[in-house]
Structures are given as C-alpha cells and as structure tokens.
C-alpha cells in the first residue's frame, strides 16, 4: 500500500514560536492536504496544495507541494493556544478513489 | 443544520449488543465515507459510498454493516464487536468520490466495546 511518513509525532513548544512539520510519500501525488483535528472533532480541511512546488498560505499557515511532488511541508508562525490538536497530511488516490492519511502530529503548547 | 452530522457522539455497547451510527450531511454531496481512528494509527478508511452504492470495502470485518438509503445518509450497524473494535468512527462527505477537493468530515462517535 502507500507509504505516507509524517514528523514529527509529536511537539512540544512555547506559545509564540513557529512550527514545521512534512510528510512524505513513496510515489509521487498530484494533491496534497493538510487537516487539523481539535480534541473531540473530526478533521477539518486546512490548506490544499494541487501543483509542484505551490506554495499557499491560511493565515498563519503556509504549506507547500514539494518539487518532487513526493513531500509536502505545513508551517505555523507565531504559534497560539487554538493551535493545540493533531494536524494530518493526507493524499488523494486518484484512481482508488480514496483520501490516505499520515500517523499525525500532535501539537501541544505552553502558554 | 449544516455540514456533516453523527450521532450518538458517545457510545457505550457490550460484545453482545447491535447498535447503529448515524451520519447525515447538509452539503449536497454524492459520496460518502467510514473511518476508523484508533489511538496510536492513522485514520483507516473502512467504506466508501457513491451516489448510494458502496464502491469500496477496505477488507473490514461483516460485524461492521453499512446502510447508504440515500446520498445525505450513512448508517454504520454493528453487532458482536470485540473491544479493540473500541476507537473513534468518522464519517466524511465529499461532491463525489473521484474528487480533488478533500473531505468533510463530522465530528465523530467515541466508542467503546465492554
């Protein structure tokens, strides 16, 4: 099956500092998203990234498409306590109509 | 009400017991899904509706039974689960399952198998 790897598993950070977390893929992809869960939610859509090398920005957040079309990355500058949650990066699998996700990222800051 | 809904949000069930999940949305969409999120693994994709028909079984075990009656609603009925059945179901809805867009996801039901 499709090997999609996400890091870190885990952060830990002061609230103020920036965030990067990436994914990376074993084949190349046309479509990547990046989701974020909120204790006791589902999933909510944050950025969609549909071209090599697409950088696109939500705020404060930016992700990007990899160049390679293998990878993608999701910063967060200037990080605050509505941060806390898990962020997802998922692909779409065009032909299996299907949307696969990474393990996660759990972020969590003090104040 | 908007978006995608599930009910109960919690539930309680013995190995012995048949209760339904529930999903609704309100966003005229074509497909929908069932994923399965346990502590510790990604979101597994369990079933995969279009336009009413299953277009997808991700090899889930037959004491997980879907019911699609119509393109707003998704059941999930189980029956005899095993406590590692115990996990947070998602139910999701997109414009149609071949799409580029990504998914709209409810907020869940936690259960737990006793």
């Known amino acids: 099956g499709q090997q999609l790897n996400q890091s870190p598993q885990s952060m830990f950070i002061q609230e103020g500092e920036d965030v990067s977390m990436n994914c990376t893929s074993s084949?190349?992809?046309?479509?990547w998203l990046w989701y974020k869960q909120d204790p006791g939610e589902g999933p909510v859509l944050l950025i969609a990234l549909y071209k090599a090398g697409e950088l696109t920005s939500n705020g404060r957040l930016t992700a990007q498409f990899g160049i390679t079309r293998k990878d993608s990355f999701l910063n967060i500058s200037a990080s605050i306590p509505s941060d806390v949650g898990i962020y997802f990066c998922a692909l779409i699998i065009q032909g299996a109509q299907k949307l696969v996700f990474g393990q996660g990222t759990r972020l969590t800051i003090n104040p | 009400e908007t978006g995608v809904t599930q009910t109960p949000r919690h539930l309680v069930m013995g190995m012995t017991n048949k209760k339904s999940l529930k999903c609704e949305q309100h966003?005229?969409?074509?497909?929908m899904y069932w994923y399965k999120q346990s502590a510790k693994k990604p979101l597994e994709l369990m079933f995969v509706y279009n336009f009413k028909e299953q277009t997808e079984n991700n090899s889930v075990p037959s004491r997980f039974s879907p019911e699609c009656p119509n393109s707003s609603h998704l059941f999930l009925h189980l029956h005899t689960l095993q406590p590692e059945d115990s996990a947070l179901y998602l139910c999701a809805s997109s414009q149609e399952a071949r799409t580029n867009y990504g998914y709209t996801f409810g907020s869940g039901t936690r259960l737990t198998v006793v």
């Open positions: 084949s190349i992809f046309n479509t």
């Open positions: 966003l005229g969409h074509n497909a």
